[in-house]
């Protein structure tokens, strides 16, 4: 059985930084591609990014681009998203997914159970 697990979410002040983590167990992380989307209370899931299985492509969404970076530690089995200048508009609950192809849609075939991010004013 596939699972995802986000954790590392929290309240921050605006322009502060948190790191998610998002542990896989039941898959090898590095022969998925890993992507992060999120979600704002009445609002879309919205592509945040997403690395290759090798870790050698990544691309991020336009409103998160220099802020958030995406890394892994295959040992672990687990991707990171490294949030950088916070504002409060970044506040959402942060997914992670997993799937043989990197793309930007929610086709994913696993997904974690979220993190909230919390920025405050």
């Known amino acids: 059985q596939v699972q995802l697990v986000e954790s590392g979410g929290g309240l921050v002040q605006d322009g502060g930084a948190l790191r998610l983590s998002c542990a896989a167990s039941?898959?090898?992380?590095?022969?998925?591609?890993r992507a992060w989307f999120r979600q704002a209370p009445g609002k879309e899931r919205e592509f945040v990014g997403a690395?290759?299985?090798?870790?050698?492509?990544?691309i991020y969404g336009d409103s998160v681009k220099g802020r958030f970076t995406i890394s892994r530690d295959d040992a672990k089995n687990t991707v990171y998203l490294q949030l950088n200048s916070l504002r409060f508009e970044d506040t959402a609950v942060y997914y992670c997914?997993?799937?043989?192809?990197?793309?930007?849609?929610?086709?994913?075939?696993?997904w974690g159970q979220g993190a909230q991010v919390t920025v405050s004013s």
């Open positions: 997914a997993a799937d043989r192809y990197v793309r930007r849609s929610m086709r994913y075939e696993y």
């Open positions: 039941g898959l090898t992380f590095s022969t998925y591609a």
């Open positions: 690395m290759t299985g090798g870790g050698d492509y990544t």
